[in-house]
């Protein structure tokens, strides 16, 4: 079963950036779509960013995201990063990382975003 280690979170202050980290334990890393998601305790866990596997790559955004956050994929070291730009209070959350679509069950513990003056 794949797994995900999350790391990076953090707290920052309005406007301020932060990259995180996710390591995915699956040898064939690189022929899955990847994604960031994120949750809140009031909120569903939403699909935030996705990147297809490396050859002919794709990138999708959550509209709220885009332009700030920017999804991307290094197979040689089995890790996917998301790097937050301009972060706004709406952005503070857990984010996970998992394949797109889920594999059910494969959740890491995540990293806690937090944007707050």
């Known amino acids: 079963q794949v797994q995900f280690v999350e790391s990076g979170g953090g707290l920052v202050q309005p406007g301020g950036s932060l990259r995180l980290s996710c390591a995915v334990s699956?040898?064939?890393?690189?022929?899955?779509?990847l994604g960031w998601y994120r949750q809140t305790p009031a909120n569903k866990r939403e699909l935030v960013a996705s990147v297809t596997s490396s050859g002919s790559t794709m990138y999708h955004y959550r509209d709220s995201v885009k332009g700030r956050l920017n999804i991307f994929r290094d197979d040689a070291i089995n890790t996917i990063y998301l790097e937050m730009n301009n972060l706004e209070p709406e952005d503070t959350a857990a984010y996970y990382c998992?394949?797109?679509?889920?594999?059910?069950?494969?959740w890491g513990q995540g990293t806690q975003v937090t944007v707050s003056s």
């Open positions: 699956e040898t064939t890393f690189s022929i899955f779509t």
């Open positions: 998992n394949t797109v679509p889920i594999s059910a069950g494969a």
